[in-house]
C-alpha cells in the first residue's frame, strides 16, 4: 500500500500564471516610454527612473522587514509603481524629488494599507499628487524635448491653459513626443507599444482604455472650444498624460472595478472628469486627480454593477 | 469557460479492455446520492455475480449488486473515494467469473415495455448518474413534467479523461438503442447529442444515426456541466433553483445509456464501468472496464510499470476529481477516471493576496464574484457571500485554475455554500 499520499481540494491542475509574471509583463510593457523619455529628454530622465524604482523597491523592503512580513519586493510591483511615477513627473526635477515620491508612493499610498492588492488608490499617483501639492514649482517646468539643458518650456497644455500663443507642433510631432511633458508621457507610440503587449497577453482589457479615452475625446470635441463641437479632440488625446493614464494606471487592477460594466463606468467617469477639469479646472492637466477620484469610487461602482448569475434575469 | 491542456493523448486512442476479474472487491454500501443501503447478505453467504447484496426499503436510492461470483467475507469499514471511509461489503472470489448469465431480452420483448416497466428495471439495476453526480436515475425517468427535450452529454470535458470518449466510439450502436429506449419510453422527439470537438472519432460514429442531432461543442471547460450543455445546445438557462425537468429537458451521460442499455437488452446490472487510468508516470496508460469494488492499486498494476511514483491519486479528472489517501480505495460506479500525478505536477502553490485581476469572474461560467465571495467567506460574512450568489457555484474550480496568486477560492466558496444554506 502507498502512504504519503497527497491530499488537497480540487482543481488539482493550475494555469501556468502568477502575479509575478503579470508584474513583471506590465513592467516590460512600460519599457518602450521609457526609452522614448530619454532619448527625449536626455540622461537626467533615465536617473529620474532609476531613482524613483530604487526608492520604491527600498521603501517596500524596509516596510516588510518592519511590520515583520514577507519580503515580496522581488513581485514586481513596487517596480511598476516605481517606474509609473517617474513616468509621471518632469525630466529636469531635482534628484531628491522622485526618491521622495516613491517612498511617499509606496509607504503611504500601499503599505500602510497593507501592501500589495489591499490600496484603494493608485500608489504612483498618490505619489505624483503629493510632489505636486508640496513642490508645485519642480513639478510644473519642463524641460524643452531635445535641448538636454535646464531650457524649461510649458507644456503644450498648460501653454493652452494660460492663453499664450502655441508654438506649432503637428499631430505626428505629438505622436512622437517631440513636446514638453513628463518623461513617459509624451511618446504616444511607444506607449501604444507597450498597451499592445498588455491587451495581446490578455493583462489588460479594451474595457477602460477605450472609454476613458473616447470619453475625453468627445466631451473636448464638444466642449473644447468657445464653439460647441469646434474642440480639438486630437489635440487633448495626444497631450498631457491621457494615455499613460488609460492604458497604465486607470488600469491597475487593485483600484479599479471588477466587472466589465463597472469598468466601463469606470472609464467614463475618468474622461468626463479629465474633461471637465482641462476645460474648466485650475490644473492644465486632470489625468491624475480624474483616476484618483474614480479610484475612491470603485467600491461603490463594484457593489452596484455585479455580473449576472446564470439562471437569473 | 476556459481552455484547458486537454492531456487526453495519453489514453483516447486506447481500446477498452478487461480489467481481469479480482479476488477481492469491496463494495460501499452507498454508491449514489441518497440513502445509504442495507446489506441482504450475511458474512459466509455465497452470492453469484450481479445478484443484488443491498438496498435500502424506499426513497432516493440505488441498490447495490455483486460484482464478481464469490462468498462474503466481510462487512465492514473500508475507504471510500468520496465520502473518506463508509461500510462496504468485501466479497472473495477466485479470480474468474464462469456462469456468469444475464438474460437477454429480444428487441419485441423491449417494445411492449412500458416506461414504468423500464423504470423498474433501470431501478434493479442500481443505475444512476455515471458522470460523477450519481444521482440514481430511476428518479430522473419520473419527471414531475413531461418533458420535450433528451440531450445524451458526451462532452467529457474535464481533461485526461477518455473513458465516455471510447465508450462513444466502440458502442456507438449500444448508446444509439438505450437513448431511443428513453426517448420512446418519455415520448420526447428532440435528441441531441454534445460532444466535444476534440473527440472527431465520436462525432463521426454518431453522425451515421440520423435520429440523434449530433452538436459539436467548442473544447472548453466546462462544456460537460449540465447547466452549460443546456445553454450550448439549447440556448436556454434553467431559471436560477430549477431543474432540466422544469424546462422540459433530461440530460443523461452516455455511460448511462449504455448502462441503461445493458440492464434493459442484457439483464445485466450495473456491476462494472469503463474507468481512464492516466497520468505521465504510468508507463501503459488505458481505459479498462473494471468490476465495481475493485482496489485501485489492481488498475494502477495493470497500468504499469510505474515511470516514477505517484504523489497524487485522484477519482476523476484534474478539475473536480478527489484526491484519494489510500490506494486500497475502490472502484465505484460514479468513477470514470483514475488520474495519477507526479511530484511536479501535485506540487502546492503559495497563496498570495488578491489583486483583483478579475480572471475568476471572466472564467466562472455561474457569472459568480468569485474572488468577492471569497472574501466574504474569509471574514464569516455569509449575509454577504449568500448576496454575490455563492449558492450558484457549479463547483467547476475554474477560478482557482485561473488566479494568478493561488487562492483557494474553490474551497472557500464551497464552504460559504454550507453556510449559506442555513440562512433562512
Known amino acids: 500500500m502507498r502512504n504519503k499520499l497527497l491530499v488537497s481540494g480540487s482543481p488539482h491542475i493550475h494555469k501556468n500564471e502568477s502575479v509575478p509574471r503579470i508584474m513583471w509583463t506590465v513592467v516590460l510593457s512600460t519599457i518602450p516610454a521609457g526609452i522614448a523619455g530619454v532619448i527625449i529628454f536626455g540622461l537626467s530622465a533615465l536617473w529620474v527612473i532609476l531613482l524613483a524604482v530604487i526608492a520604491a523597491v527600498a521603501t517596500e523592503a524596509v516596510f516588510e522587514v518592519w ?47 497593507g501592501g500589495l492588492g489591499q490600496n484603494i488608490f493608485n500608489p504612483a499617483l498618490v505619489g505624483r499628487v503629493f510632489l505636486m501639492a508640496s513642490w508645485p514649482k519642480y513639478m510644473t517646468s519642463f524641460a524643452r524635448p531635445f535641448s538636454y539643458d535646464a531650457v ?35 511618446c504616444i507610440l511607444a506607449l501604444l507599444i507597450g498597451a499592445a503587449v498588455l491587451l495581446y497577453k490578455g493583462y ?58 463597472g469598468q466601463l463606468i469606470f472609464g467614463v467617469g475618468c474622461g468626463l472628469l479629465t474633461a471637465i477639469i482641462r476645460i474648466w479646472g485650475g490644473y492644465p492637466e486632470g489625468v491624475s486627480y480624474a483616476i484618483l477620484m474614480m479610484n475612491a469610487a470603485t467600491p461603490f461602482i463594484d457593489r452596484y454593477t455585479k455580473n449576472r448569475i446564470y439562471g437569473t434575469k | ?80 473515494p468520496v465520502l473518506g471511509r463508509a461500510k462496504a461489503i468485501v466479497l472473495e472470489g477466485d479470480g474468474h467469473c464462469e456462469g456468469e448469465a444475464f438474460v437477454l431480452k429480444s428487441r419485441k420483448e423491449v ?46 470535458c474535464e481533461p485526461y479523461l477518455t473513458a465516455d470518449a471510447r465508450l462513444m466510439v466502440e458502442k456507438t450502436a449500444e448508446i444509439v438503442e438505450g437513448i431511443a429506449l428513453i426517448a420512446s419510453a418519455l415520448g420526447i422527439k ?47 438557462e434553467i431559471p436560477r433553483g430549477k431543474l432540466p425537468f422544469d424546462i422540459g429537458v433530461l440530460v443523461q451521460n452516455v455511460a ?13 446490472p450495473l456491476i462494472e464501468r469503463v474507468v481512464t487510468v492516466t497520468g505521465s508516470c504510468l508507463e501503459n496508460p488505458k481505459n479498462l472496464l473494471v468490476r465495481l469494488g475493485t482496489p485501485v492499486k489492481n488498475l494502477i498494476d495493470s497500468c504499469g510499470p510505474l515511470k516514477e511514483e505517484p504523489v497524487k491519486i485522484i477519482f476523476g479528472g484534474p478539475m473536480m476529481g478527489i484526491a484519494q489517501y489510500t490506494d486500497e480505495v475502490p472502484i465505484i460506479k460514479s468513477s470514470g477516471g483514475l488520474l495519477l500525478m507526479n511530484e511536479k505536477e501535485a506540487q502546492t502553490l503559495e497563496e498570495g493576496p488578491c489583486i483583483r485581476c478579475a480572471a475568476c469572474l471572466r472564467g466562472c461560467p ?32 475554474i477560478c482557482n485554475y485561473v488566479c494568478p496568486a493561488n487562492r483557494r477560492l474553490l474551497q472557500t466558496i464551497k464552504r460559504a455554500k454550507l453556510e449559506v444554506l442555513k440562512i433562512k
Open chain 1, 204 to 261: 489588460i482589457s479594451w474595457h477602460i482604455p477605450a472609454s476613458y479615452i473616447l470619453t475625453t475625446a468627445v466631451f473636448m470635441y464638444i466642449f473644447g472650444a468657445k464653439q460647441l463641437f469646434h474642440g480639438d479632440w486630437l489635440f487633448h488625446v495626444l497631450n498631457g498624460g491621457l494615455i499613460l493614464g488609460a492604458f497604465f494606471m486607470a488600469t491597475d487592477y487593485v483600484a479599479t472595478p471588477l466587472t466589465i460594466k
Open chain 2, 1 to 80: 469557460m476556459v481552455k484547458l491542456a486537454e492531456n487526453k493523448h495519453y489514453s483516447e486512442h486506447k481500446a477498452i479492455e478487461r480489467l481481469p476479474v479480482p479476488s477481492k472487491v469491496y463494495l460501499p454500501l452507498i454508491q449514489h446520492l441518497g440513502k445509504i443501503c442495507t446489506p441482504e447478505v450475511k458474512v459466509g453467504d455465497t452470492v453469484k455475480s450481479g445478484q443484488r447484496i443491498a438496498a435500502a426499503q424506499s426513497g432516493v436510492y440505488a441498490p447495490i449488486h455483486a460484482s464478481i461470483p464469490g462468498v462474503v467475507a466481510a462487512i465492514q469499514d473500508w475507504p471510500h
Open chain 2, 366 to 397: 455561474a457569472g459568480l464574484m468569485p474572488c468577492q465571495i471569497n472574501l466574504a467567506s474569509e471574514r464569516s460574512l455569509w449575509q454577504l457571500a449568500k448576496d454575490y450568489g455563492a449558492a450558484d457555484c457549479i463547483e467547476c474550480g
Open chain 2, 190 to 236: 428532440e435528441i441531441y447529442i454534445g460532444i466535444e470537438d476534440n473527440k472527431p472519432e465520436a462525432i463521426k460514429a454518431f453522425s451515421a444515426f440520423p435520429q440523434v442531432k449530433v452538436k459539436v461543442l467548442k473544447s472548453d471547460y466546462p462544456q460537460g456541466g449540465e447547466k452549460q450543455l443546456i445553454l450550448n445546445i439549447l440556448g436556454k
Open chain 2, 256 to 268: 448511462t445509456v449504455y448502462a441503461i442499455y445493458e440492464a434493459v437488452f442484457k439483464g445485466k
Open chain 1, 67 to 113: 511590520t515583520k512580513n514577507k519580503i515580496t519586493v522581488m513581485d514586481g510591483s513596487a517596480v511598476i509603481t516605481g517606474i509609473l511615477l517617474a513616468y509621471n513627473l518632469p525630466p529636469n526635477v531635482p534628484l531628491w524629488l522622485p526618491i521622495a515620491g516613491s517612498v511617499f508612493s509606496i509607504a503611504i499610498g500601499k503599505q500602510v494599507f
Open chain 2, 111 to 156: 417494445e411492449k415495455l412500458s416506461l414504468e416497466d423500464i423504470r423498474r428495471i433501470v431501478l434493479d439495476a442500481g443505475i444512476v448518474g455515471m458522470g460523477g453526480a450519481s444521482f440514481p436515475t430511476h428518479i430522473k425517468l419520473n419527471p414531475p413534467k413531461p418533458l420535450n427535450t433528451l440531450i445524451i452529454n458526451g462532452a467529457e
Open chain 1, 152 to 186: 524649461t518650456s510649458a507644456t503644450p497644455l498648460a501653454a493652452l491653459k494660460e492663453g499664450k500663443v502655441l508654438e506649432h507642433l503637428s499631430y505626428l510631432d505629438l505622436f512622437l513626443g517631440k513636446r514638453g511633458g513628463c518623461i513617459g508621457e509624451v
